[in-house]
């Protein structure tokens, strides 16, 4: 998992509301269980014309131009601002595969849908919930090459005019981030324990290891 410390990067406004899991990666698209891939499925059925399958040369298909992120002035865009419930419905890890996967680093919003809040720090995605009023005047004064310099350690967000925005984040969860840790990582630093138990316990019960 790659690790977030700090990004000053483009932002790209997703101005609507209650996004559920499925309009970000649609369910035709959940039958791998790699994590990488999904990017060009990102939401699929808003960015494209056509009904998007599996597999599909994505290069070729007819795009939405009106869909903001496939607006020239935010390609390369890794920060999305969106509105409040971002991530509901269900719970599949695939959404933040696949805005991971298509670039985008941080995620800001009023609210996340839980399991999806929980789901973007396993995957290396720093979603920030700000209070309505902060976001609102983020997507205002939002305007083309507009970037945000998003610190993890200092716990700040920094706007084009020099404005500082402070953010919350549970403190195991930013060591992990800032350490670049998912759950299997975590548990390897604890390698030589998990050894050590595994050999101890052999040798008192030693048919639980036999081959």
């Not at 973007?120 to 997507?139: E, R």
């Not at 324990?193 to 048919?207: D, G, T």
Request: glycine share 6%; charged share 30%; proline share 5%.
């Amino acid at each position: 998992m790659r690790a977030f410390t700090k990004i000053t990067a483009l932002v790209a406004p997703l101005d609507r509301a209650n996004v559920d899991t499925d309009a970000i990666i649609p369910k035709q698209f959940l039958k791998s269980i790699r994590r990488a891939g999904f990017g060009p499925y990102l939401f699929d059925e808003w960015r494209y014309l056509d009904h998007g399958e599996p597999d599909m040369d994505c290069t070729h298909r007819p795009v939405n131009k009106d869909f903001v992120l496939n607006k020239p002035e935010y390609q390369g865009a890794e920060i999305l601002l969106t509105r409040e419930n971002f991530g509901c419905g269900s719970s599949r890890e695939h959404a933040p595969w696949a805005l991971e996967d298509f670039g985008f680093r941080a995620i800001i919003a009023p609210s996340f849908a839980d399991i999806f809040y929980n789901n973007c720090f396993k995957n290396g995605l720093l979603p920030i919930a700000l209070n309505a009023q902060i976001v609102d005047s983020l997507f205002k004064e939002l305007v083309e090459g507009y970037r945000l310099t998003i610190d993890l350690e200092t716990q700040k967000i920094t706007t084009p005019g020099g404005k500082s925005i402070g953010f919350d984040i549970d403190e195991n969860r930013k060591y992990r981030l800032l350490n670049g840790l998912d759950d299997i990582a975590l548990s390897l630093k604890h390698a030589d324990k998990i050894r050590a138990y595994e050999a101890e316990r052999s040798k008192r019960a030693p048919w639980l290891f036999a081959d």
